[in-house]
């Protein structure tokens, strides 16, 4: 299989062990891809879910498989612990089946830019947002993504591609989107403070590249609701795909050697 070459990808918020997770869309995204270095940027096992009711389907396992033979042949995977996996940060600094695990993690792009990446619940308390819990609730979560599963179910019958309903009613809910704004802001102001030129998270599942006061804010999303990742390529340009809309680029951003030039729509 011809696989498209990245020296960074970045992904998070995947969920393994829940079952609204799109373990199939990133088994296909893994498989068509190589890079130097994976970044795992938290939430990979929900172990909250899997503690409510155990659930593992074997496309699950077969993610986990996929990632650890990656790390044997040669990648560098480092893994951020998100909240939903946050067991897995008592192993911080350390290295588990060759795959190292960091709190809190600062890459430098080819073109020379410092980000700064964690997870992204550290800012729960200043935005008081997770995931839609604290607005309408786990219940009404579930429901949504329930809604959004047989509405896909509905779409492949019709030959249509996979669509999130779930991203597109919460981009429609006032208190939502003021609570993805201030989320965004708190990242920036994060960065800002340690003096890097951007910032690479997840946890709110919803993707998004975008520059706010000279700051690179990157969420690389999920694969719950929108089966994203964020890529690097040889020129340190960074980019957001959509997996499984036939790897649309849904934004690009330049990141010159000696400065920022913005954000691209493909």
Not at 115 to 121: E, I, R, S
Not at 147 to 162: A, F, S
Not at 212 to 221: E, F, L, Q, R, S
Request: one cysteine or more; proline letters at 2%.
């Amino acid at each position: 299989m011809d696989q498209t070459y990245y020296p960074s990808i970045w992904i998070s918020d995947v969920h393994l062990g829940y079952k609204d997770c799109k373990a199939d869309y990133l088994l296909d995204f893994l498989n068509c891809t190589r890079c130097d270095t994976l970044y795992l940027v938290g939430d990979i096992v929900d172990l909250w879910s899997l503690k409510r009711q155990f659930y593992w389907h074997p496309s699950h396992y077969q993610v986990l498989e996929c990632i650890q033979k990656k790390a044997e042949s040669g990648t560098r995977v480092i893994y951020i612990p998100g909240n939903h996996d946050e067991t897995f940060r008592n192993y911080v600094d350390m290295t588990l089946f060759n795959v190292e695990v960091h709190h809190t993690y600062i890459h430098t792009t080819s073109a020379g830019k410092r980000f700064l990446l964690l997870h992204g619940d550290d800012f729960d308390s200043a935005t008081r947002y997770n995931k839609l819990i604290s607005i309408i609730g786990d219940q009404a979560y579930d429901f949504l993504l329930f809604l959004n599963r047989w509405t896909n179910r509905v779409r492949k019958l019709y030959g249509g591609h996979y669509w999130s309903l779930a991203s597109w009613l919460k981009n429609r809910v006032h208190k939502a989107r003021a609570a993805i704004a201030a989320f965004e802001q708190a990242a920036v102001h994060e960065a800002k403070k340690q003096g890097m030129d951007g910032i690479i998270c997840g946890h709110i599942h919803q993707p998004r590249i975008n520059v706010t006061d000279g700051i690179v804010y990157c969420n690389d999303g999920d694969w719950i609701e929108n089966c994203t990742a964020l890529v690097e390529n040889e020129q340190g340009r960074i980019e957001l795909l959509h997996w499984s809309d036939i790897q649309k680029v849904l934004n690009v951003v330049e990141l010159e050697a000696q400065s920022i030039d913005g954000v691209k729509a493909a």
